[in-house]
């Protein structure tokens, strides 16, 4: 029986071919395209605007990134992501990709699916409308962190919409992480780093209304809650209602976010915050459309076809606490202790549609509902520090620190009456089936995992140009209890590994090479009946990176290897218990990207992807996952009128496939490209307006092939808003 936890999808659908694109040749073009203005925007300051004109300087309180919220910039100038230690984008030896808060509040990024589906080499599946997983270079992002601390997603992939109004920025190193994310997949790491309170009052609010009658409601109110400022909150609210593309769907979230900060003494700093958000979505998809018809041919629903009930619904819940102590020592050492608490829920009435229909009658699907429930409870506990020390003449960097996590889940699958009832050719999709008492049969999950870690790297200055990061990091993963009536009994520990060497080929470029590497426990078990060792993983990069224009643009070109060994795959049956194989995959490809300032008032993000996807047996594998992926965003603030700001952004993907049933049968999305225009004009100091408009070309799209179901992605849409400020 298929469980909301791990359901078992069936068909899928071929798309007519779109407009061929030759994204090599279009990235080069827009590459060169944004480059030479830059270039000469630079010599015309080297050569004419020196005498008249000197450059904006920033000066940083210390040595960690300032809020993005504060400029108007497309990249950052520090990271610690990677490491903990506070480096500069070009100092880092793996790739970053940072989305500031101007990028989001330019294009209205209001949430992470928005956010990730524009950010190189990542993309999203979103394989039901609360339910979405991501990958990055061939394989499944899980590692999701809050300001630097965090454990994989419990079952890979995220539940409902999580929203962005609370964070500065979201920063993605790709890659496995094995110094900081030592269990997981050796595919990215995203950071959503939280906004913190202001010392000087600000406050800003934003109200907007969009297609299918989506209303929104943004308000942050910062300041000092004391006359010697030394104690400031924060709070940030944001309401969204309306309905959808998609049939009898309603989505509507609430967020709430309180921080408060206090300097206990000039060194010590203690804050504490708490994020709340909760998605009710009536209507939900449980599974998507079947994609292909019993004589093989391609099914092709509209765009707003849903196979839910009218009493459908999936609601989730997520609370964050957290608290932070961090000490600065008067010998630029500091230390940075973090305590957090998550209560992640889901309870819901779904309807899932399975089978195969006949063309000629659209006879052929059958009945599934399920009322679930689920809670996820984590405790995370992160402490570290991190600083420099003399050796041999020159002065090192050094960070070091444990972590402890315990996470629990306890979730149950009540499976309605009526499973297998055979459906009409409307009634799989027009949500007339009627609501069944939830006591047909159950199943679900208890179970508790905790994991350890102690992890070190240092940064060597070998000399003045040459720079070696070395570190490791040792975790115990212990996991107890059952999952859908198999056993989630694991115990696995590894020490990971950490290497990066940078060389400055000048003072604005770098070369860099770095090997990482991460494990992930298993519970499923082989033919023998003995549990698969661990996912083991291994990334492998070299690279060019640069800043330029007073160090206001980031640029970037690399080239990757990515390994997973031992992945568990379905191998068959003894009697009705699933016996799995472990199984290999690796990636290879080069990424490039160029973020941030490009001239006086123009701002862009350009990303490319391209890889390759091969199994043990050198046969392409992961066939939903694109090959090619080209990220661009821009925004001018025109010189003549400079209170207007236009821009664009496109996001385009490869051909993607899932084969329905070998070897005759496949689903194949080809590759297509979403364009976004957005526009802003600022009324006053204090109040704007601006508009914006997605899949201007009205692309008609499969969201994911990651199942054999799926379903349409939205289609031409809008909104227009109104900003206060204060």
């Known amino acids: ?182 269990t997981g997949n050796p595919s990215a790491t995203v950071n959503f780093v939280r906004k913190r309170p202001t010392y000087d009052f600000q406050a800003s609010g934003d109200v907007s209304y969009g297609s299918w009658d989506t209303r929104r409601i943004d308000a942050d109110v ?93 609601d989730s819940e997520e609370q964050r606490t957290f608290a932070e102590l961090n000490h600065h020592f ?21 309807f899932y549609v399975y089978g195969t229909p006949v063309q000629s009658t659209g006879l052929g699907l059958y009945s599934y509902p399920s009322m679930y429930d689920s809670e996820n409870k984590q405790t995370l506990l992160d402490s570290y520090g991190t600083g420099k020390y003399t050796l041999g003449g020159r002065q090192h960097d050094l960070t070091f620190g444990a972590s402890w996590s315990r996470s629990t889940l306890d979730d149950i699958s009540h499976y309605g009456q ?72 694991t115990s696995a520990s590894a020490t990971t590994p950490y290497t990066g060497l940078v060389y400055d080929l000048n003072k604005s470029v770098s070369a860099y090479a770095s090997y990482t590497e991460i494990f992930n426990p298993q519970y499923q078990t082989n033919a023998s009946g003995a549990t698969l060792a661990p996912v083991t993983g291994k990334s492998y990069e070299l690279g060019l990176k640069s800043d330029l224009i007073d160090r206001k643009l980031n640029a970037s070109a690399a080239l990757f290897r990515v390994e997973q060994q031992n992945a568990a795959e379905q191998a068959g049956y003894i009697g009705t218990t699933a016996y799995y194989r472990g199984i290999n995959a690796n990636s290879e490809g080069v990424e490039m990207e160029l973020s941030g300032e490009l001239a006086k008032g123009w701002q862009a993000n350009l990303g490319y992807t391209a890889m390759t996807i091969k199994d043990q047996d050198g046969n392409p594998a992961r066939t939903y996952v694109p090959k090619t992926l080209l990220r661009m965003a821009t925004t001018y603030q025109v010189p003549q009128l400079e209170k207007l700001k236009i821009g664009a952004s496109f996001n385009w993907q490869g051909k993607t496939s899932y084969v329905q049933s070998a070897p005759t049968n ?56 109104l900003n206060w400020k204060y």
């Not at 997983?133 to 539940?159: C, H, K, M, W």
């Not at 940064?459 to 999952?483: E, H, M």
């Not at 307006?689 to 070309?697: F, L």
């Open 330 to 350: 008067s010998n630029d050492w500091q230390w940075k202790t973090t305590l957090s608490y998550n209560r992640l829920s889901t309870d819901g009435k779904l």
């Open 222 to 314: 910062s300041g000092a809650l004391n006359s010697e400022k030394t104690v400031a909150a924060r709070f940030v609210v944001a309401q969204q209602d309306g309905n959808s593309y998609l049939d009898r769907y309603k989505p509507s979230k609430s967020v709430l976010y309180g921080v408060i900060e206090a300097n206990l003494s000039d060194n010590t700093l203690l804050t504490v915050g708490h994020n709340y958000q909760k998605n009710d979505s009536e209507g939900a998809m449980w599974g998507a459309l079947p994609m292909y018809y019993s004589n093989g041919a391609p099914t092709n629903y509209g765009v707003n076809t849903n196979t839910s009930a009218n009493w459908s619904y999936w």
């Open 666 to 721: 496949t689903t194949t999305q080809q590759g297509y490209g979403l364009l976004n225009l957005m526009m802003r004009y600022d009324i006053s100091k204090q109040l704007s307006v601006s508009a914006n408009i997605n899949n201007v070309t009205n692309q008609k799209y499969i969201s994911s092939l990651y199942w054999s179901q799926a379903y349409y992605g939205a289609p031409i849409n809008g909104s227009i808003s």
């Open 1 to 182: 029986m298929p469980s909301i936890a791990n359901s078992i999808h069936t068909p899928a659908y071929f798309l007519p071919p779109h407009l061929t694109l030759r994204p090599i040749a279009l990235a080069l073009t827009l590459a060169l395209s944004v480059t030479a203005p830059a270039i000469a925007f630079a010599q015309q300051i080297n050569s004419t605007d020196t005498e008249t004109k000197l450059p904006e300087v920033l000066v940083l309180s210390n040595s960690e990134q300032q809020p993005t919220e504060k400029t108007d910039d497309y990249t950052v100038s520090k990271s610690n992501t990677a490491t903990k230690l506070d480096l500069s984008l070009r100092e880092t030896p793996q790739s970053v990709s940072v989305t500031t808060s101007t990028k989001m509040n330019d294009f209205k990024l209001d949430n992470i699916n928005q956010v990730l589906a524009g950010t190189t080499g990542v993309t999203v599946e979103k394989v039901e409308t609360d339910r979405t997983y991501y990958t990055a270079r061939g394989f499944d992002i899980i590692n999701f962190q809050y300001d630097g601390v965090g454990v994989p997603l419990v079952f890979g992939n995220q539940n409902g919409d999580l929203d962005t109004a609370i964070y500065d920025r979201v920063e993605v190193v790709r890659g496995a992480n094995g110094l900081m994310s030592s």
């Open 418 to 489: 009526g499973v297998g009832t055979p459906l009409t050719a409307t009634g799989a999709f027009d949500g007339s089936y009627p609501e069944p008492s939830f006591n047909a049969s159950t199943a679900g999950s208890t179970y508790t995992d905790k994991r350890q870690s102690a992890y070190a790297a240092t940064r060597l200055n070998l000399a003045d140009d040459w720079k070696l990061l070395i570190g490791a990091n040792y975790t115990d993963a212990q996991s107890t209890g059952i999952a859908y009536g198999i056993s989630h009994q």
